[in-house]
């Protein structure tokens, strides 16, 4: 028994310092698959600007860095099974010594000497295998710390326990007083106050960093607000269960993702209970169909991740032929058709006119000539709306955005289109 105390004091000593390097590992680990996905995505650009040598000495400094973190876990893991070996060896040299020095001054017999040898080793085999198993588990705790970490945190908005269930609206969209930050004491919207009537088509503008895509945030629920209120038909959309929102929203962006699926599949994302007759369909009205049925196996060829096998006008019809499938009775474009020439975005705008009929619509437009027949046209700087009228009387006023308009047509020339 002399040496269990001895046992038990290594085990723990090494096991807190197997724990802490693993955790290390790990985070090292994730760091260097970071810069794997990372170089993976966007390897085109590297190879573009001739990079291939900063990438390779980028991924080599943070494998190296791997290796190092994970020489010392490992040693400290395989410290234990040797270090209990000597410990239980020194327990039979002690047992021996003793046994023999008490068998010569006729204390002990032999077999009294071997018995105890045999019950040293029998002690010590199960501590020495629950010590490698400590060590074990302190190597699955460092990796388990970091997928809890992620499991654990909890949403940062929650449904208040008594939320609105939206069926159906008529879409009135109301800003009042809403001011916003992202980080405390930095505020992005500021009094921010508007109403979108039903059926109204709400363009964006302001230069970038303004807040319009802030707007769009708080109205999908993304975010919380500081103070105001938003609401949608007289309801505060913090009453509002965020499934039940959102699906009164359909979204737009200017970036598009798509997943490792179908083409079908992708467009059906929108409304999963749609038939394949809705998704053509809506395919057919956002002027996707054409380009779908010159694919491989047509609505059945699969998409590679992020559908990185179309082009980006190409994913951008899909997004809105998904948009067209959900039916919302909010919509939320984001420069819907800035990756599509001009002649798909002539389609485009004919089939997003019959879908914003009777349909409240926001549209963040940077090509102003795309806003012309807007309801409201909201103007935003730094976070405030500066000015709000329609296209002509904004124009009339000979303001920002008057400035903003007519630079613009300066620098490019004047290109006829519009949403409505």
């Not at 939320?163 to 009042?176: S, Y």
């Not at 106050?193 to 629920?221: E, Y």
Request: proline content about 4%; some cysteine.
């Amino acid at each position: 028994m002399v040496v269990f105390p001895l046992m038990i004091g290594i085990v723990g000593f090494i096991g807190k310092r197997t724990r802490r390097e693993f955790r290390r590992l790990q985070m090292n680990i994730g760091q260097l698959n970071a810069v794997l996905e990372e170089m993976y995505s966007c390897q085109r650009v590297v190879v573009a600007f001739g990079q291939q040598s900063a990438a390779e000495r980028q991924f080599d400094c943070a494998n190296e860095t791997v290796r190092q973190v994970g020489i010392r876990a490992h040693t400290y893991a395989m410290l234990v099974p040797p270090l209990m070996g000597i410990l239980s060896n020194a327990n039979i040299a002690i047992i021996a010594g003793l046994g023999g020095w008490m068998t010569i001054n006729g204390l002990a017999s032999v077999g009294n000497i071997v018995a105890f040898i045999a019950y040293s080793r029998r002690f010590a085999m199960p501590l020495g295998q629950l010590g490698e198993i400590y060590n074990q588990i302190q190597a699955a705790l460092a990796g388990a710390e970091r997928i809890f970490a992620v499991i654990d945190e909890p949403p940062e908005l929650t449904d208040p326990v008594n939320t609105i269930i939206l069926d159906a609206i008529d879409g009135e969209v109301t800003f009042d007083n809403v001011d916003f930050s992202y980080v405390p004491n930095v505020p992005v919207l500021k009094r921010v106050s508007f109403t979108a009537k039903p059926g109204q088509m709400i363009a964006l503008v302001g230069p970038t960093g303004a807040g319009k895509t802030t707007i769009i945030n708080l109205l999908t629920r993304f975010y919380e607000i500081n103070s105001g209120s938003i609401r949608i038909d007289g309801h505060d959309i913090r009453t509002i269960s965020r499934e039940s929102l959102r699906r009164q929203l359909g979204i737009i962006l200017q970036s598009t993702f798509l997943f490792a699926d179908s083409v079908m599949e992708n467009i059906r994302y929108g409304r999963l209970e749609a038939t394949d007759e809705e998704c053509i369909t809506a395919a057919k009205l956002a002027y996707a169909d054409q380009f779908i049925c010159r694919l491989p196996q047509g609505y059945e060829t699969p998409l590679s991740e992020r559908g990185s096998n179309l082009s980006e006008g190409q994913r951008q019809l899909l997004s809105i032929a998904r948009a067209l499938l959900a039916d919302p009775q909010i919509l939320i474009l984001d420069e819907a058709t800035s990756s599509v020439d001009t002649r798909t975005e002539v389609y485009i705008q004919t089939a997003l006119r019959e879908l914003m009929k009777n349909r409240t619509s926001f549209v963040i437009a940077h090509r102003l000539s795309t806003i012309r027949h807007a309801d409201q046209v909201l103007v935003i700087d730094d976070g405030r709306i500066i000015e709000h009228g329609t296209h002509t009387e904004l124009l009339a006023a000979q303001g920002f955005y008057h400035r903003l308009y007519t630079s613009q047509f300066r620098r490019q020339p004047s290109i006829d289109g519009s949403y409505l």
